[in-house]
């Protein structure tokens, strides 16, 4: 499997529709969040995923945080096979190729609790307290680049 990396404007009709459908499958159908999906952030962002028969099976975000460009944010993270190690996979090639493409100095993120643990493996730390969003909770976290 390898790992897709496109910007908006490179992003076929197709693959948009299949990225805003396991968005909405992950997060709309699974974990019952009520949002607006389409917050135009995905005009500049950085799209990684892996497809396997046609279906985003493991998707992110990536877009810079401020206008400093030295942190880029992270979201949108999903996988919709679980336990295959999709996840893992899909960070670890992520972000080196965001640190390639973006050249940023930082990746921060806003982490559901119960995936802080994966994401310390890779190397990320906690950087806040527990807060709500979307009605789960989350911390915000992020990875430093030397």
Same mark, same amino acid.
């Given at each position: 499997? @390898?790992?897709? #990396?496109?910007?908006?404007?490179? +992003? $076929? ?7 805003? &459908?396991?968005?909405? !499958? ?42 400093? @460009?030295?942190? #880029?944010?992270?979201?949108?993270? +999903? $996988? ?7 996840? &893992?996979?899909?960070? !670890? ?45 989350? #911390? ?7």
């Amino acid at each position: 499997m @390898k790992l897709v #990396v496109k910007n908006f404007n490179q +992003l $076929t009709t197709g693959e948009l529709y299949e990225i805003l &459908k396991s968005r909405a !499958e992950i997060f709309v159908v699974e974990q019952n969040i009520v949002y607006q999906d389409m917050d135009d952030i995905d005009y500049r962002s950085l799209h990684l995923y892996f497809e396997k028969d046609r279906r985003i099976i493991a998707y992110l975000r990536a877009f810079f945080k401020d206008e400093d @460009k030295e942190t #880029v944010q992270i979201g949108r993270v +999903l $996988t919709l096979e679980h336990g295959k190690g999709y996840g &893992k996979k899909l960070m !670890e090639e992520s972000i080196p190729a965001i640190k390639k493409i973006m050249k940023c100095r930082k990746i921060c993120m806003d982490a559901q609790k119960y995936a802080v643990e994966f994401y310390k493996k890779l190397g990320f730390r906690v950087t806040s307290g527990e807060f709500i969003e979307e009605g789960i909770v989350h #911390v915000k976290m992020e990875l430093e680049f030397c």
